[in-house]
């Protein structure tokens, strides 16, 4: 098993930044990866970002790029989401995931999930 526990959410301004951070605990897996989704109201659950434990390779989706940037830190067993240049379009529920068995990076398959944050971005 694996807990997630986000943190970091909340109300900014468009153009804005906000960082994200999610702590795992329990059987974590070098092999493994971590991964951030979000979920606007009304819409179905979409993909953000993933990292590797291991090599720390990253992947988002185009969305996103050059304004989210995904990161870890090991000894911390913590991911992060930066997010700058935000856009009221990026108001969602965030939730960080985990597994903790090797699939490519860019799998959306997860195992354990956080319980979301909120991330409000007003015009």
């Known amino acids: 098993q694996v807990q997630l526990v986000e943190s970091g959410g909340g109300l900014v301004q468009a153009g804005g930044s906000l960082r994200l951070s999610c702590a795992a605990s329990?059987?974590?897996?070098?092999?493994?990866?971590m991964g951030w989704f979000r979920q606007a109201p009304g819409k179905e659950r979409e993909f953000v970002a993933a990292?590797?434990?291991?090599?720390?390779?990253?992947y988002n989706v185009g969305s996103v790029k050059g304004r989210f940037t995904i990161s870890r830190v090991n000894a911390k067993n913590t991911v992060y989401l930066q997010m700058n240049s935000l856009k009221p379009e990026d108001t969602a529920v965030y939730y960080c995931?985990?597994?903790?068995?090797?699939?490519?990076?860019?799998?959306?398959?997860?195992?354990?999930w956080g319980q979301g944050t909120q991330v409000t971005v007003s015009s």
């Open positions: 995931a985990a597994r903790n068995y090797y699939r490519d990076v860019r799998s959306r398959e997860y195992a354990y």
């Open positions: 990292i590797s434990w291991s090599d720390g390779s990253t």
């Open positions: 329990g059987r974590i897996f070098s092999g493994g990866a």
